[in-house]
């Protein structure tokens, strides 16, 4: 009798020890999950703490697996970020569904929390740009870079680089027209001359290509890169007028050189080809790549949808597309969109409004690295304009245009692994 006790006790403590919980569910779908912003934040955290995390692609909008540790449960408490508690065997059954070939799902292990860094001018507010909003917002921490320290190699320390709403032609963000006698705009070109002066050059546009130069060997090498609105177009362009001079006399003080569209040379650019410059300086536009003139789409009608692609087989835009929807809601910015003609063939469009012929999201290699171009200025500001207020993210903790940046910013702490296509 008295075995038979012992025998009871130690399987009752067994079962309990089997189905202790082990795992935690940060769920991402739609009703699940009050935080979906934060909860980015949350993965983060987890990986800086030396923990291992699993993406769980395109299970439950893209959930995230966690290591059950009390700091872990609290820190999502007090986040504000819901999960679920999973014993062994429930994470063994979310897993055994996943790798099944049957569903469309992947399993990607998180491994190490990448450095990051924004390109941006000093004195910029957060709300100037959405990457560097919703990355104070998730609070994952970044670094400030600008041309000084890009020139000065300073992007060999980072996995993963954000450019601000830049202009990499020397044309000031082509604000001329509307802005040429504003004072910010006089001031803002002024520190520019003189940036580029104490760096050596002796035009601003001389000193931007080489800063985008440096930015192209950082990708080739094998760093990520991720640009919205002009800062996608302006690159290019820059990468494909080296030693071309395309800013007229009020840009750079001496005239363009005849003929500039001719010595163009696509072969250069990381996503765009057959582009016409914009000669005149009044008109607020780099080129015909942006669609923001030609668009024909009203706001309440304006979204784009994310293509889906095999989990198993094609995991990286299947992670840059994790969602809770598949319909994002579209957004205006200098550069809102990209005309799908002007798009190279081995370019990746995982965004797109079928109706007015338009990539609102891209993604590419170069050399060892990728890139990701997002058209438009701020997800959840339809029409940004100079001076408008902030965007408030706790009114939009859910953003799926937001989720979209960032999925980029964890895609690098992705364990590589051989690709099967």
């Not at 100037?128 to 020139?151: C, G, M, N």
């Not at 690295?369 to 701020?378: A, L, R």
Request: charge should be negative; hydrophobic fraction near 35%.
């Amino acid at each position: 009798m008295l075995l038979k006790k012992h025998y009871i006790l130690l399987l009752f403590l067994l079962t309990s020890f089997l189905g202790r919980a082990s795992m935690i569910l940060v769920p991402m779908d739609e009703t699940s999950q009050q935080n979906h912003l934060k909860a980015y934040g949350i993965t983060y955290w987890v990986l800086e703490k030396n923990y291992k995390a699993s993406w769980l692609l395109n299970y439950r909008g893209g959930s995230f697996l966690l290591p059950d540790a009390e700091e872990i449960r609290r820190e999502c408490q007090i986040r504000g970020v819901s999960f679920e508690i999973l014993s062994d065997a429930q994470a063994n059954t979310i897993q055994d569904e996943i790798s099944s070939p049957s569903q469309n799902m992947e399993t990607v292990i998180l491994e190490k929390a990448p450095k990051i860094a924004v390109y941006t001018p000093a004195g910029k507010q957060p709300w100037d740009d959405a990457v560097t909003l919703v990355l104070t917002y998730a609070e994952i921490p970044f670094e400030t870079i600008y041309d000084e320290e890009v020139l000065n190699d300073a992007l060999l320390l980072y996995d993963w680089l954000h450019l601000h709403h830049e202009d990499f032609t020397g044309q000031y963000g082509r604000f001329f027209g509307a802005y040429r006698n504003a004072p910010w705009y006089i001031e803002q070109k002024k520190e520019a001359e003189e940036l580029a002066a104490r760096l050596g050059y002796s035009k601003v546009s001389e000193e931007k290509m080489a800063v985008a130069d440096k930015i192209r060997d950082y990708v080739i090498g094998g760093g990520f890169m991720f640009a919205m609105c002009s800062a996608t177009d302006s690159f290019d362009i820059a990468l494909s007028a080296e030693g071309v001079d395309i800013c007229e006399p009020m840009f750079d003080n001496d005239p363009s050189d005849p003929n500039y569209q001719s010595r163009i040379d696509y072969s250069k650019t990381f996503a765009f080809k057959d582009y016409t410059l914009e000669r005149n300086p009044i008109v607020y536009e780099f080129s015909d790549i942006d669609m923001t003139t030609k668009r024909k789409v009203l706001m309440d009608n304006d979204y784009f949808t994310l293509m889906e692609y095999s989990a198993k087989w094609d995991p990286i835009p299947t992670m840059l597309c994790q969602n809770h929807t598949q319909l994002v809601k579209g957004f205006m910015g200098q550069t809102t969109s990209f005309d799908e003609n002007l798009i190279k063939s081995n370019v990746l469009i995982m965004g797109q409004n079928l109706q007015n012929g338009e990539a609102r999201y891209i993604h590419g290699t170069k050399g060892k690295g990728m890139f990701t171009f997002y058209g438009g200025h701020d997800p959840e500001d339809y029409q940004h304009r100079v001076g408008d207020a902030p965007t408030v993210l706790d009114l939009h903790p859910n953003s799926p245009g937001y989720r979209l940046i960032l999925n980029n910013v964890l895609f690098p702490a992705a364990r590589k692994k051989k690709l099967k296509t």
